[in-house]
């Protein structure tokens, strides 16, 4: 078998059973291509890991990229990173076709109705989890913490990560050069899920393919952290800015986003289908993705030495406590939106218990829990 053939079987069945989250499938990567397949070694392997924390969009998708560059040149970078996204993509594009046809369908109004305050749940468990990694310092706590104000406030996404990551690459720096205490652990407040605003409501508009395709690709471009931050994004660019879309139908995207394997940014593709059909959800996924190919094929030899940069990982450390900011403001402003009577907030508390006790429970499991609820309450 080509090495090409190789790259592209493995990143295809990768994609169909990724479940889990950047983390497990980074995790699946690592035993197929370090320890089975041995490609590489573990130490290079660690290297793209991080390398993949220094440029936009979503670290397993551009991880495969760099596995599939590594394995069989720019051939395999291409094979890899379709492969691993296609299930995703195709899965999202029925199921936003069932959504479309059949989702307000009378029916259906109470599953998404419990889902929406599970998809909360585990948004806030995201938060906490990522929170507890990116709060190295004090320093952080507090640019995180501005950030999310900011956010809250109605600062860009794009703006506030930058301009966070900015000023933590300034003032780490200078702090790198004084004497004193290095490391601290805050915890990351659950009480941050508590409800401050009300959710909007706007009708969607009709939009061009174009515009469906260049404001994916604007995300896609300035996309640093986890998946999940893309929720972020996605409510900065297209329900504040453009009103497309409403909260709700955005939760039903990212709840549906939660049953496919592979990365979450698949849930683009549901949400072009819901603008444009076919054509809409194509170019959503290409605008998305397309980016992180540009970026590995261009930075890839270069990338594994910024890690070592004091000014490029003081950068680094202030965007992803950036991101976690801007994400605990999405849940705040969410969770006014998702639970609006005692029933919702009974669903939205139960999932909450599920990701602090059992936190080990597939995302999968709390999505059809809360649809369950929503079943039995409504």
Known sequence: MSKLAEVALLFLKLGCVAFGGPAAHIAMMEDEVVTKRKWMTREHFLDLVGATNLIPGPNSTEMAIHCGFHRAGWAGLVAAGVCFILPAVMMTGVLAY???????VPAW????????????????????????????????????????????TGLSEIFAILGGGVAGMIWLNIKRAL????????????????????????????????????????????????GYVLIAYLEGEFIDRLGWLTRSQLLDAVAIGQFTP????????????????????????????????????????????????????????????SVVGIMAAVVVEWTAGAVTDWRSGLIAA?????????????????????????????
């Open 179 to 226: 004497p004193g205490p290095k490391s601290f652990a805050p915890p990351v407040w659950p009480a941050l899920a508590l409800p401050t605003a009300a959710a909007a409501s706007v009708p969607v508009v009709s939009v061009s393919a174009a515009q469906v395709f260049l404001s994916f690709l604007k995300i896609g471009s300035v996309l640093f952290g986890s």
């Open 262 to 321: 592979g990365p979450v940014l698949s849930t683009s593709t549901f949400i072009g289908y819901q603008m444009q059909g076919v054509t809409g959800a194509i170019l959503a996924t290409l605008g998305i993705f397309l980016p992180s190919f540009v970026f590995v094929a261009i930075l890839n030899p270069y990338i594994p030495k910024l890690r070592k940069s004091p000014w490029a990982s003081c950068f680094l450390d202030a965007v992803n406590v």
């Open 98 to 104: 069932g959504y479309v046809t059949y989702g307000h």
């Open 109 to 152: 109004e109470p599953v998404f109705y419990g889902i929406r305050p599970a998809v909360i749940a585990i948004m806030l468990g995201a938060v906490m989890k990522l929170g507890k990694k990116a709060l190295k310092g004090w320093e952080l706590g507090v640019i995180g913490g501005v950030v999310m104000i900011g956010a809250l």
């Open 350 to 378: 139960l999932s909450i218990a599920v990701v602090l006790i059992a936190r080990q429970t597939n995302v999968v499991w709390i999505v059809l829990g809360g649809a369950l609820l929503g079943l039995l309450l409504v």
